[in-house]
């Protein structure tokens, strides 16, 4: 039996001979008659769990077990003891039936070890990402980060994305983008994740890498308009992700309240809006201050706000925010002029149009009237 087994696994190139455990003795006892137990079978799924933990390739496995079969035929007792053809195809029926059960068992053990390995797998990524994007656990990050590719001592952008659907882990987009990185020589050093809804990118700060893949991305998600892309400064150090990733998440939403032109913005570049919601109480009041009359006008305070924004937009000249609103160019005037009435603040007033279009921008920024 010795013997056999290790011929065995010299002919499965290798595999450990010690996961057969037994193997040749069982079909010895299926060739005179016995039966398969309960038992065997549950030994059998350990032992492919066991197979899957040592890394042994599964083909490996199944290769062990066939060859250990087919050399183990001749010698099996019930075999050397047949009388007949007849007795010799109902032992080589049991023979190989009972091998057949026993890889579908080894098959089982390690799928299911495989299956729980990733799951924990998923679990331990998932959590280093909460740690890394809530700024948690800052003290380990640098050596579970080496695990996933990142080397957080250097510099490190981070990317958002929003469409029209959520994303998730899994999820055909997420699997898209994480192809499109896996086609990126520098792909080690990057990150492709999910949060809260969004798609997170965590890209090192390279000359050229960070518009390549920003380019690589939008040709991907280009059928539909609706996607909008956030970019945060470049950070260091393992408390830099965190910084970056809400950079970039608040300039995304920037841009979606105030209906940026392009669909991808930069925190670098918004830095003054930034500045404005820093201090969301004080901006609140702003707001309330300025742009609380409106709220008396006859049409509600919509259709105002969005002929200021429209009018501001258009760089204070009265046709071109016409064109954009789909109005005569007196409809703007009459609206400005309602403004003034009911606030005091003058368009034409430098100064007041001044606090009227920071109220305009903190209004959107906000979500006001709505999110008042």
Known sequence: MADLVGRASEEARGVPADLLEEYLPVLAEISTGGRLCPDELRRRRSIGARAAEQNVPMRGVV???LSATWLAWPTLPGVREAADA??????GEA????????????????????????RQEESFRREFVDDLLDGRNVETLVGRAERYGLRLAGSYVVIVAAGPQPFVDGGPMTRQVESIVGLDPASRDMLVTTRDGLLVCIVPDVRGTVEEFVTRVME??????????????????????????EQARQALQIGQRLQLPGRVHRASDLLVYQVLIRDRSALADLVDVVLEPIRKAR???GTLLRTLAAYYAADRVATAAARELHVGVRTVT????????????????????????????GAQLLGWPEGS
């Open 95 to 118: 023979v190989f039936r009972a091998a057949d059960a026993a890889i579908t068992a080894v098959a089982e053990g390690y799928e299911g070890a495989q299956r729980w390995s990733l």
């Open 299 to 301: 049409t509600g305070p």
């Open 63 to 65: 290769d062990l077990y």
């Open 220 to 245: 991907s998600l280009r059928p539909d308009g609706a996607w909008r892309v956030g970019i945060g400064r470049p950070q260091r150090g393992p408390g830099g992700a965190v910084r970056s990733f």
């Open 86 to 91: 007849d007795a010799l195809r109902r032992i």
């Open 334 to 361: 009459y609206r400005l002029d309602r403004v003034e009435e009911l606030t005091g603040y003058s368009v034409h007033d430098p100064q007041q149009s001044f606090t009227l279009q920071v109220a305009v921008l």
